[in-house]
């Protein structure tokens, strides 16, 4: 059983920078595709971005390309997303989710994730 942890959520000012991590114990993440997601208050939860296992692929959804880049440390085991020029509408608790799928990741389908981390609060406000 892979257990998630988000870090790294804060209250940020708009155009700032963030970085916030996704943890595993239990397992390392080498293993598992890893997406990110955010849900804002009164919307639905949508994917952010993703880094597939065998080839680190990465993608981002429009509204963050440019942005964010998800990346994966196979030494230290987490995966990040380092958010930059960050925009008020960014403001959403921000969770990690893993698959062991070896297909190209995608952010579009939560169902295909397997593990979920409890979340962590990104506020982006003056």
């Known amino acids: 059983q892979v257990q998630l942890v988000e870090s790294g959520g804060t209250l940020v000012q708009p155009g700032g920078s963030l970085r916030v991590s996704c943890a595993a114990s239990?397992?390392?993440?080498?293993?598992?595709?890893v997406g990110w997601f955010r849900q804002a208050p009164g919307k639905e939860r949508e994917g952010v971005s993703c880094i597939s296992i065998h080839d680190n692929n990465s993608y981002h959804v429009d509204s963050v390309k440019g942005r964010f880049t998800i990346s994966r440390d196979y030494a230290k085991n987490p995966v990040y997303l380092q958010m930059n020029s960050l925009e008020p509408e960014d403001t959403a608790v921000y969770y990690c989710a893993a698959s062991p799928s070896p297909a190209p990741c995608e952010v579009h389908h939560g169902w295909t994730y397997d593990y979920w981390g409890q979340g962590t609060q990104v506020t982006v406000s003056p």
């Open positions: 239990g397992d390392t993440l080498e293993d598992y595709a």
